[in-house]
């Protein structure tokens, strides 16, 4: 695990359904787990004195191993309203709108596009933080996941994309945290800017 900011720790982790490794999150302060895999200290790393306190999910898709940080410490699990349906029938997960303040200095804001679910948290903390779900990858360079991930009409995906990820723009942020590659702990918001900005019918904010 690496702390990326103060309070703010990142690991990576196999995720066993689509056998590559993925990123999760962990703010100390709040107990606010993001769409988490065990770390490669397990559960005992947890368990000494920074038990979290609930569990947000960027989409619908990154339950991850929440089963067994919940099943150990009892924390709810959070997802946007748009995405329960994925969870009917158990488990249990709890809605949230976009605009709610999920924990302390964490605001859920809406990106949409890839799915109505599709959430960014914008992490008031240090200079700032942007976490990111699927709408965005860093894997050496920022990028949209392959088209055959992005329904039938790929290209219409990605200018909404890139119109939501515009938007984000407004707020105060330095990091880019991913769900799928590498943070990017400073400069993020000017790497953003750059990766919208390859569209011209995007404006850049």
Same mark, same amino acid.
């Given at each position: 695990?690496?702390?990326?900011?103060?309070?703010?720790?990142?690991?990576?982790?196999?995720?066993?359904?689509?056998?590559?490794?993925?990123?999760?999150?962990?703010?100390? +302060?709040?107990?606010?787990?993001?769409?988490?895999?065990?770390?490669?200290?397990?559960?005992?790393?947890?368990?000494?004195?920074?038990?979290?306190?609930?569990?947000?999910?960027?989409?619908?898709?990154?339950?991850?191993?929440?089963?067994?940080?919940?099943?150990?410490?009892?924390?709810?699990?959070?997802?946007?309203?748009?995405?329960?349906?994925?969870?009917?029938?158990?488990?249990?997960?709890?809605?949230?709108?976009?605009?709610?303040?999920?924990?302390?200095?964490?605001?859920?804001?809406?990106?949409?596009?890839?799915?109505? +679910?599709?959430?960014?948290?914008?992490?008031?903390?240090?200079?700032?933080?942007?976490?990111?779900?699927?709408?965005?990858?860093?894997?050496?360079?920022?990028?949209?996941?392959?088209?055959?991930?992005?329904?039938? +009409?790929?290209?219409?995906?990605?200018?909404?994309?890139?119109?939501?990820?515009?938007?984000?723009? +407004?707020?105060?942020?330095?990091?880019?945290?991913?769900?799928?590659?590498?943070?990017?702990?400073?400069?993020?918001?000017?790497?953003?800017?750059?990766?919208?900005?390859?569209?011209?019918?995007?404006?850049?904010?």
């Amino acid at each position: 695990m690496e702390e990326i900011a103060s309070g703010v720790y990142h690991w990576k982790a196999p995720h066993p359904k689509i056998k590559i490794e993925v990123s999760s999150y962990y703010v100390v +302060d709040s107990g606010t787990l993001i769409d988490p895999m065990l770390s490669p200290e397990g559960l005992a790393w947890f368990r000494a004195g920074r038990e979290p306190e609930r569990i947000v999910l960027t989409n619908r898709h990154h339950y991850r191993q929440s089963d067994e940080i919940r099943g150990e410490f009892g924390c709810p699990v959070l997802c946007h309203d748009a995405g329960l349906h994925e969870f009917e029938g158990g488990p249990e997960v709890e809605g949230f709108r976009f605009g709610d303040e999920l924990a302390p200095r964490i605001t859920a804001l809406e990106v949409g596009a890839i799915c109505p +679910d599709e959430t960014a948290l914008h992490l008031d903390l240090g200079p700032g933080m942007l976490a990111l779900a699927d709408g965005l990858i860093h894997y050496g360079d920022l990028d949209f996941v392959p088209d055959w991930l992005l329904g039938e +009409d790929p290209e219409e995906v990605k200018r909404g994309l890139r119109a939501s990820l515009s938007r984000l723009l +407004d707020r105060d942020f330095e990091a880019l945290l991913f769900a799928h590659g590498e943070p990017i702990t400073s400069g993020g918001k000017r790497a953003l800017r750059e990766f919208v900005g390859t569209d011209p019918s995007i404006a850049s904010g």
